[in-house]
């Protein structure tokens, strides 16, 4: 069933590779299934084969009880096995296409042949060496590739010079170095033998892009890395056409990237592959941010609109921690003021209209729209205000938001319903300066306080439970701190109006009882606290002399 599966995936005929272990007195043979495509070159064993091809190398992971010795003399097994791999070659070769017949004859089609080693001295290197992997013909091969694994594990390769140098600048120039004709090349402390074994593989494929469609782009990298430590440009240039058509799912682009950056041939274009990620176009990011800025704020779809802002919001904030001082902030800060003071224009044209006598009495028709866009653009600038809050840049905010005189006039003319959204702007400066993301002028806090403090009350009821973004507990706490802010006298100016309307209204009204407390130890406690701390210093002073 596995053979047949390999032949319908490959439209290959299916051959045997033996894994041979010399152990003293005897020889264990293992027998695990391999491909022969119709371009004439193995299909290399996956890394479960390889790490079954381990284990049976190592006698401490399965300990077996050795049987008894073979009536039969290795030599003479030596021959059978080699009698009946020559009587399957017939049934292997009719699975080979005729265009390949040629380069199989020629070449011994590359076939997985036995190997039987047997150790000189049984010490432990030997035994951990014992066990091999060879593919090719050695009859019809004119040099032998050995490559050894870390984990002690070799793989031996029948190979043709003439492909390897066509292929491959590294082969090439270890073949030239060798004065006299080189029999064996060996090559050490191979970090990956499953892909060295593929890339040589490929050496021998005409269709290389085809063979690579159906690999995963982590072994597509794998390849790559080989491949270039072998000089073999056209197995890189393969990759690279792979690597930039397919699509790259979660951590794999910045595997790519890197892998990409670190190829070191001239020669071979990366350039298409890093355009995904890099563009050469010189238009300024910050230009394309405020188009996309002007894109949402203009939006009227409200699932649409505020789900990019959410997005947009949480990509600026991994932007922002970046931190990267190349003049960008600036200008990013400069087109959200711009566009915070358009939305301040249109708001307060917005509130002038609902204002008007008569607007009340007017159908649905003709406020409805009014209502929904002064809500529309009261969200906008609560989103701006997060992005500048983000940035630490708010401050400049605060002051054009204190400043807003006629518009808070016109308020308390609008129904609760209408401009209860621009109260929760109100709420969120108070929160940040609250928590020290907003850093105003003491006057520009008191300004705040004294323009927009009563209109949050005013709409208080209706924030705690018609606003489910709507957090009490941060927007009293940030109130609070505001006002502790202050000098002394500008606390209790605004923490007596405030006493006047939370005795009317109660739990209408924002509970500033622990900034009251405050203001009451300062006012009260601490003078006395402080006078009798003098009193005590003096009298020490006076008993000591």
């Known amino acids: 069933m596995f053979r047949a599966a390999l032949n319908s995936t490959f439209g290959t005929s299916m051959a045997d590779f033996r894994v041979t272990r010399v152990e003293q007195g005897q020889t264990r043979i293992r027998s695990v299934p391999i491909a022969v495509t119709p371009e004439g070159f193995w299909c290399c064993p996956s890394p479960v084969v390889f790490q079954k091809t381990l284990k049976a190398q190592n006698p401490q992971t399965k300990p077996k009880p050795s049987p008894p010795p073979p009536k039969v003399p290795i030599q003479k097994k030596q021959t059978s096995l080699t009698e009946r791999k020559l009587s399957t070659n017939p049934s292997r070769m009719r699975f080979v296409p005729d265009d390949q017949r040629s380069l199989i004859s020629d070449t011994a089609g590359l076939n997985p042949s036995v190997v039987t080693e047997r150790a000189p001295k049984p010490n432990v290197e030997n035994l951990q060496r014992k066990l091999a992997i060879e593919f090719g013909e050695p009859g019809t091969s004119d040099l032998k590739v050995i490559l050894s694994g870390k ?11 003439n492909v390897l140098v066509e292929n491959s600048s590294f082969f090439a120039q270890k073949l030239s170095e060798q004065q006299s004709p080189l029999r064996c090349l060996e090559i050490d402390d191979c970090e990956d033998v499953e892909i060295y074994v593929e890339v040589v593989g490929l050496m021998y494929c005409k269709e290389m892009k085809r063979r690579l469609i159906k690999q995963s782009v982590s072994r597509v990298l794998r390849i790559l890395k080989v491949a270039e430590l072998l000089g073999f440009n056209s197995c890189m240039q393969s990759c690279l056409e792979y690597l930039e058509a397919v699509p790259w799912v979660g951590e794999e682009e910045e595997k790519v990237v890197s892998s990409v950056l670190r190829l070191q041939s001239g020669s071979i274009g990366v350039t298409p592959v890093l355009k995904r990620v890099s563009s050469d176009v010189s238009n300024p990011p910050s230009d394309t941010l405020l188009h996309i800025m002007e894109l949402v704020l203009k939006s009227n779809e409200e699932r649409g609109r505020r789900e990019m802002k959410s997005l947009v919001l949480r990509l600026l ?30 708001l307060l044209l917005l509130f002038r209209q609902a204002a008007e006598p008569g607007f ?3 159908s649905m028709d ?24 983000d940035r630490r840049a708010a401050d400049e905010f605060v002051l054009m938001w204190a400043s ?26 108070f929160i940040g300066i609250g928590r020290g993301e907003i850093l105003p002028s003491k006057d520009t806090r008191l300004l705040l306080l004294q323009t927009w403090l009563q209109p949050l009350i005013d709409d208080y009821n209706w924030l705690q439970h018609g606003c489910r973004s709507f957090d009490q507990k941060s927007v009293e706490e940030g109130i609070g701190r505001t006002i502790l802010t202050l000098p002394l006298e500008d606390q209790q100016s605004i923490l007596l109006a405030w006493l006047g309307s939370f005795l009317k209204v109660g739990d209408n009204c924002p509970n500033l009882h622990r900034a009251f407390e405050v ?16 009193q005590l210093q003096s009298e020490n002073s006076m008993t000591s002399t």
């Open 151 to 161: 984990p002690v594990f070799s793989v031996k390769m029948s190979v043709h010079k």
């Open 317 to 346: 904030r991994e932007n922002n921690k970046l931190s990267v001082n190349d003049g960008s902030e600036d200008v990013c800060n400069g087109n959200t003021y711009n566009l915070c003071r358009n939305c301040l224009d249109a």
């Open 360 to 362: 009340t009495d007017k």
């Open 366 to 389: 003709s406020k409805g729209p009014v209502a929904k866009q002064i809500a529309l653009e009261a969200d906008n600038l609560l989103w701006l205000v997060e992005i500048l809050s």
């Open 404 to 429: 807003q005189q006629e518009l808070a006039t016109l308020h308390s003319r609008l129904p609760t319903v209408s401009r209860h959204l621009v109260s929760c702007i109100t709420a969120r400066l």
């Open 519 to 534: 203001w009451w130890r300062r006012t009260f406690i601490r003078p006395y606290m402080e006078q009798e701390e003098n």
